[in-house]
Nanobody, 124 residues
Framework: QVQLVESGGGLVQAGGSLRLSCAAS????????ICWFRQAPGKEREFVGG????????RYADSVNGRFTVSRDNAKNTEYLQMNSLKPEDTAVYYC?????????????????WGQGTQVTVSS
């Protein structure tokens, strides 16, 4: 099993930045592809971005490509989501999730473990 805990959310003005962290414990962190999803009120949970187990490949949703960056530190069992140029439409609860797929998948069903989420609110 893998336990995931997100942190770093908060309130920020449009155009600002936040960095989310996803700390993992349990089985070997480097065995999992870790990705970020988000869920806004009244909407389905959607893929944001992720990084492969080796850290060599990343994938992003079109809506965040060029503004968000995913990175991971396997020595610290932690993954990060750097969010720049934030927009009000980025407001959501952000979740990290772990999968055994080699490449980041956009499908929620491919993820076996989920964190509790952290709220990100972007004011206009």
């Amino acid at each position: 099993q893998v336990q995931l805990v997100e942190s770093g959310g908060g309130l920020v003005q449009a155009g600002g930045s936040l960095r989310l962290s996803c700390a993992a414990s349990g089985r070997t962190f480097s065995s999992y592809t870790i990705c970020w999803f988000r869920q806004a009120p009244g909407k389905e949970r959607e893929f944001v971005g992720g990084i492969s187990r080796s850290g060599g490949r990343t994938r992003y949703a079109d809506s965040v490509n060029g503004r968000f960056t995913v990175s991971r530190d396997n020595a610290k069992n932690t993954e990060y989501l750097q969010m720049n140029s934030l927009k009000p439409e980025d407001t959501a609860v952000y979740y990290c999730a772990a999968s055994t797929t080699y490449f980041p998948s956009v499908r929620r069903v491919d993820y076996d473990y989920w964190g509790q989420g952290t709220q990100v609110t972007v004011s206009s």
